[in-house]
């Protein structure tokens, strides 16, 4: 499967977005989601992942952000709201049809290129 990522940008504290990961080459509805982001310097970490029955969230983004998947337009969603400046990143949508842990960007085999998010302060 190929991953596209969309919908970053710059954004002001408070702010919102829509980050998009369209899939080509097989149904998205076969893998688990997930996204990443890294900053610079700094390792990439766990932000949000999706499977057919569950979601899972890093602490630091509960209740902010919202992760969704649409099996007919192949595509997954990371909705960002109330963003902060630590937020600044890269961006990564990955894939995986098994895994031992979501929180583990090795156990995804598949990535898209990413999609930059600036945060202002």
């Known amino acids: 499967v190929q991953l596209q990522a969309s919908g970053g940008g710059l954004v002001p504290a408070g702010g919102s977005l829509r980050l998009s990961c369209a899939a080509s080459?097989?149904?998205?509805?076969?893998?688990?989601m997930g996204w990443f982001r890294q900053a610079p310097g700094k390792e990439r970490e766990f932000v949000a992942d999706i499977t057919r029955d569950n979601k899972y969230y890093a602490d630091f983004v509960k209740g902010r952000f919202a992760i969704s998947r649409d099996n007919v337009k192949n595509t997954a969603y990371l909705q960002m709201n109330s963003l902060k400046p630590e937020g600044t990143a890269r961006y990564y949508c990955?894939?995986?049809?098994?895994?031992?842990?979501?929180?583990?960007?090795?156990?995804?085999?598949?990535w898209g290129q990413g999609t930059q998010v600036t945060v202002s302060s």
């Open positions: 080459g097989r149904a998205l509805s076969y893998y688990a």
């Open positions: 990955a894939a995986t049809t098994t895994r031992l842990s979501y929180l583990r960007s090795v156990d995804y085999k598949y």
